[in-house]
């Protein structure tokens, strides 16, 4: 058929209201997980992300360049044999307790596909609550944690259709006690998933593994903790993935080891959930210089140790410093600091250090609104950004308040 001038008519375009029909509604209402800004201006303080200010090693470094070649035509090896191979006699136990995965976050997403039933799927002979569910049932669709922590942790589940159990930390972001849990009954120690960030982010605090294997012991479901900051920790809590059959950690070596851009990440835990992981997983989910990467870290480990103390002695330093200027500052056992800054509300604060080409991280939330984030960077970076803050409480005056505290 043509139109009156000749010419085949066109086919209009899909609005928006139309072609959202095919995307399911759990979909449509979710809120993505927002990055922090990623923005290329030259002479920018980068303190929002939490990157390693330092570079990978001169040894990884060259056996990345020394892969890039006709290999690269070849699929990377599916499971990450040798890697796994290595992070096992790292962490003194077998491969089949390690699983290598895209980046950490895909270890999280796998997890939430292989132990948690959508809420959708139900046992239509069950008495149902409210909501349409059982307890038994709404337990077993439950991914919970604990606020503030990792915001994918609510994308992950709300993408799933799981239930959605965030739980407030106690007073100053600290653990609750089982017990505390357990009287508010605002915990649910039957949930499919119980995801623990440790060192916590973005509140910087590490929790104790005892006080970690006292929650941990009691739950009935899987649980995850989350340790992507654990190396700038004064301990870890992997032996407790060795121990009980139902905990997983989770690592990455973005944080600690400088390979962000390669996305490596691992899982440690009973064969039974590695196998359950693994099935789940992409094939070829991890790259081939990603392994290669990997793998050249841990033959070079003193040299990122060396770092983590550097890393460390200027958080202490940085703390300190901005302690001095009535900031309050949280406790951290990452490589970042929380921190509730004085005079101004902390957007503004964000916006003041921005202009000054220092870039922290703000979270929109109500628990931690009055918070700024902050990358431990290079000496020099957090001498500039105390030089930044002083600059800013000159020009605002001393006890004057812009919607913040008053010093």
Known sequence: MKARNGSR???KPLTRSRSSRWVRPVVQALHAYVPGEQPR????????????????????????????????????????QLLREKLAKFHRCSARNVMVGNGSDEILALAVRA???????????????????????????????FTPSYSLYPVLAAGHGAHVNGVRLAEGFTLPKPDVLRSSQSWDFEAALSLITTPNAPGGRAFSTAALEDLCKRQRGVVVLDEAYVDFAEENALRLAL?????????????????????????????????ALDKLRDSYNVN?????????TLDDLPYYRANF???????????????TLAFEVLPSQANFIFVRPPVLAAPQWLEAL??????????DAPAVRDYLRITVGTDAEAKALVKAAREVLVTVGPGRSAGGRAV
């Open 9 to 11: 008519p066109r086919s």
């Open 41 to 80: 201006i030259q002479g920018l303080i980068k303190l929002n992300t939490n990157e390693n200010p330092y570079p990978p090693s001169p040894r990884v470094l060259e056996a990345v360049r020394s892969a890039v070649d006709g290999r690269l035509r070849l699929y990377p090896n599916p499971t990450a």
């Open 115 to 145: 132990f948690v039933e959508p809420a959708a799927i139900a046992d239509g002979t069950a008495t149902f609550d409210s909501d349409g569910h059982s307890g038994r049932d709404r337990s077993r669709s439950t991914v919970q944690y």
């Open 243 to 275: 121990r009980y059959p139902h905990i997983l950690v989770a690592r990455t070596f973005s944080k600690a080891y400088s390979l962000c851009a390669l996305r490596i990440g691992y899982a440690v835990g009973h064969p039974d959930l590695i196998v």
């Open 288 to 296: 081939a210089l990603g392994q290669v990467a990997a793998l050249a």
């Open 309 to 323: 103390r550097r890393i460390k002695d200027t958080r202490g330093r940085l703390s300190e410093q901005l302690a």
């Open 354 to 363: 921005g202009q000054r080409k220092i870039l922290v991280r703000w979270f």
